[in-house]
T-cell receptor
Framework: DAGVIQSPRHEVTEMGQEVTLRCKPI?????LFWYRQTMMRGLELLIY????????DSGMPEDRFSAKMPNASFSTLKIQPSEPRDSAVYFC????????????FGQGTRLTVV | AQSVTQLDSQVPVFEEAPVELRCNYS??????LFWYVQYPNQGLQLLLK??????LVKGINGFEAEFNKSQTSFHLRKPSVHISDTAEYFC???????????FGTGTRLQVTL
């Protein structure tokens, strides 16, 4: 299996622009997580889905952030409008919906908002 | 809610020396514990996990960790480190709700000759 695939790997955008990050989970996995990593705040869980349904979005910083999972093989995280403080590495992870399995991470998208 | 504390932000060590990376957690319910490693410009990779049973857990790359419930700790150890172990190490805790993980702030292990 190719693992969790995220695109793009790097994104540079101007403040105010819309940014869409994409994630393809491991085939067969039914839980999907979006994390954000910054020097100041470390790794933060933004939102997670079980069977394509959002379960907990309490980590989403504000209304500018939204996430969707239209099917089991694809998810997006959108920021509109983007701000410089959104600059971070965004990770997607997937797992099986059982207690005994760990989350598998993608390589991340490094977002820079200028 | 659960939380994880990694007191050491950086740990410098010489090659072939032993190392211990500390992790303490807080939770009002039973937990599952994980250690992940992150190499530069990479995603996180699982080193090992504790779910139940033996409190000494062995993982990949010669790492092991011991779960201590009374001290709420899950310290990571390796008896002899290699240059290639230089990376960021994250301790994480889950209460079992579909692998929702809460991470510590990470410890950077720097191995030098």
């Amino acid at each position: 299996d190719a693992g969790v695939i995220q695109s793009p790997r790097h994104e540079v955008t101007e403040m105010g622009q819309e940014v869409t990050l994409r994630c393809k989970p491991i085939s067969g996995h039914n839980s999907l997580f979006w994390y954000r990593q910054t020097m100041m705040r470390g790794l933060e869980l933004l939102i997670y889905f079980n069977n394509n349904v959002p379960i907990d979005d309490s980590g989403m910083p504000e209304d500018r952030f939204s996430a969707k999972m239209p099917n089991a093989s694809f998810s997006t995280l959108k920021i509109q409008p983007s701000e410089p403080r959104d600059s971070a590495v965004y990770f997607c992870a997937s797992s099986l919906l059982t207690i005994n399995t760990e989350a598998f991470f993608g390589q991340g998208t490094r977002l820079t908002v200028v | 809610a659960q939380s994880v504390t990694q007191l050491d932000s950086q740990v410098p060590v010489f090659e072939e020396a032993p190392v211990e990376l500390r992790c303490n957690y807080s939770s009002s319910v039973s937990v599952y514990l994980f250690w992940y490693v992150q190499y530069p410009n990479q995603g996180l990779q699982l080193l090992l996990k504790y779910l139940s049973g033996s409190t000494l857990v062995k993982g990949i790359n010669g790492f092991e960790a011991e779960f201590n419930k009374s001290q709420t700790s899950f310290h990571l150890r390796k008896p002899s480190v290699h240059i290639s172990d230089t990376a960021e190490y994250f301790c994480a805790v889950s209460t079992g709700t579909a692998s929702k993980l809460t991470f510590g702030t990470g410890t950077r292990l720097q191995v030098t000759l």
